[in-house]
């Protein structure tokens, strides 16, 4: 069992930046696969951004590829979401994910339904 909690949303100007943190509980942490997704009013729920257990692997969707960078502490349990150059359309509520089953290519990385463990989002609203 892994429990997860979100931090670091809030109300950001456009082309401003904001570091996301998902902290999970659990001695196993280092063997889970961890992704962000994000849900913004009316939509479905999209993949943005994901990292092997061991960090050495990471997936952007394209709408945020060159401007988020996800990354994780093995240490401290944590997984990041450095968000730079945000734009109007990246409000939404921000879930982390996480799986502890193997994968072996990066389909089911942005695959929403590959995750068995999600936190309860946290809101990032970008204004124009």
């Known amino acids: 069992q892994v429990q997860l909690v979100e931090s670091g949303g809030g109300l950001v100007q456009a082309g401003g930046s904001l570091r996301l943190s998902c902290a999970a509980s659990?001695?196993?942490?280092?063997?889970?696969?961890m992704g962000w997704f994000r849900q913004a009013p009316g939509k479905e729920r999209e993949f943005v951004a994901a990292?092997?257990?061991?960090?050495?692997?990471?997936y952007y969707a394209d709408s945020v590829k060159g401007r988020f960078t996800i990354s994780r502490d093995n240490a401290k349990n944590t997984v990041y979401l450095q968000m730079n150059s945000l734009k109007p359309e990246d409000t939404a509520v921000y879930y982390c994910?996480?799986?502890?089953?193997?994968?072996?290519?990066?389909?089911?990385?942005?695959?929403?339904?590959?995750?068995?463990?999600w936190g309860q989002g946290t809101q990032v609203t970008v204004s124009s």
């Open positions: 659990g001695r196993t942490f280092s063997s889970y696969a």
């Open positions: 994910a996480a799986e502890g089953t193997y994968c072996s290519g990066p389909y089911c990385y942005t695959q929403a339904s590959w995750y068995d463990y």
């Open positions: 990292i092997s257990w061991s960090g050495g692997s990471t």
